[in-house]
């Protein structure tokens, strides 16, 4: 079994309101790439791919009379792809749908978001973020995506698509406002991976194989206000102390050194500095039963993966496609 995450820039751009894709010479959402353009980068992108599931990030909006799952499967049968159907949980408003594009004729899937360790995605958790002894009401803006996940071999998976919340500190206006925003944007990312754990040890408990997979905008080490809190909400989800741990190989990599090279999952442009920031953002966690199912992951990054490096139409599309790069997971089943 082969499936993917992968966050697409925008992608909801590339769609008019019926769910067809626009495709023209308009610009997307992406700095000086147009729709046309993108649209033929990410056909190129998920061909490569060739999975049979691949959890879409910021997916195509399915609010306001949209509907995400019809312009993924529009997108699919315009590329040509096996992983033709479409499938989302709670519906968000933010233009960034979390949903699983999947081969049918492979894997058979349903939304299964039951009451198990913690309260729904869709749901609040009260928790203490300032230390006040005041808990308050957390919400997902993007509630994380729970599938029953069903191989043709038989074997039976618990996939939860995620996309955390981003702590970058947007809306400040000088030095003081970063450091308030961005403490605050990192009480909340915390407490959903905190949430998130519950629910991941819950299913753990009655021996379900689990995958978590997504854009967790965090990692070990990437930004100076981890030291704060002494730990960041990836490695909350791989589990610490004494309980049940997730596994991911780029992020044990991360967690292994603070200085030094590591994997990386997304490129962005830094405006009025012209330079590139690269970062590991996008993970597939895995349950110790499925690591042993032959377990092999693989970053799409247009430079350091070789044969996406060699193949320079592959290594162009990836770059205009997103400012994410691919990563995947390959099961022995």
Not at 113 to 136: C, H, S, W, Y
Not at 138 to 158: C, D, M, N, Q, Y
Not at 172 to 196: F, T, Y
Request: with cysteine; glycine share 8%; charged share 25%.
């Amino acid at each position: 079994m082969k499936i993917a995450t992968y966050n697409v820039e925008w992608f909801s751009n590339l769609f008019n309101n019926d769910g067809d894709l626009i495709d023209d010479d308009s610009w997307s959402g992406r700095w000086n790439v147009t729709r046309a353009q993108q649209t033929a980068a990410l056909g190129a992108v998920f061909q490569a791919m060739d999975a049979d599931g691949i959890m879409v990030v910021e997916g195509p909006d399915s609010h306001a009379k949209r509907d995400g799952t019809s312009a993924l499967e529009v997108f699919a049968a315009r590329f040509g792809l096996r992983a033709r159907e479409a499938i989302i949980g709670y519906v968000n408003e933010t233009q960034q749908e979390i949903l699983f594009l999947y081969d049918p004729d492979v894997l058979s899937v349903r939304h299964d978001p039951n009451d198990i360790g913690a309260p729904r995605f869709d749901q609040t958790m009260d928790m203490d973020l300032d230390v006040d002894a005041k808990p308050e009401a957390i919400r997902w803006s993007k509630p994380p995506l729970e599938l029953e996940v069903t191989h043709t071999s038989g074997a039976v998976f618990r996939l939860i698509g995620v996309h955390a919340k981003s702590k970058a500190p947007h809306g400040a206006r000088n030095d003081a406002e970063v450091m308030r925003i961005s403490i605050a944007n990192r009480r909340k990312q915390l407490a959903q991976c905190i949430w998130l754990r519950r629910r991941v040890e819950a299913h753990l408990k009655i021996g379900e194989s689990v995958i978590v997979m997504g854009d967790f905008n965090d990692g070990p080490g990437l930004d100076e206000y981890e030291k704060l809190f002494g730990r960041s909400g990836v490695e909350i989800v791989l589990g610490e102390g004494e309980g049940a741990q997730l596994f991911d190989p780029h992020a044990r990599m991360a967690l292994a050194q603070r200085i030094g090279a590591r994997p990386v999952t997304a490129r962005f442009k830094l405006r009025g500095e012209g330079r590139y920031l690269s970062a590991l953002l996008d993970y597939i966690m895995v349950s110790q039963d499925v690591r042993g199912m032959g377990a092999d992951w693989t970053i799409l990054h247009p430079f350091d993966h070789a044969e996406c490096f060699d193949d320079k139409d592959l290594r162009a599309a990836l770059l205009a496609a997103s400012d994410h790069f691919p990563v995947v997971l390959d099961l022995a089943l």
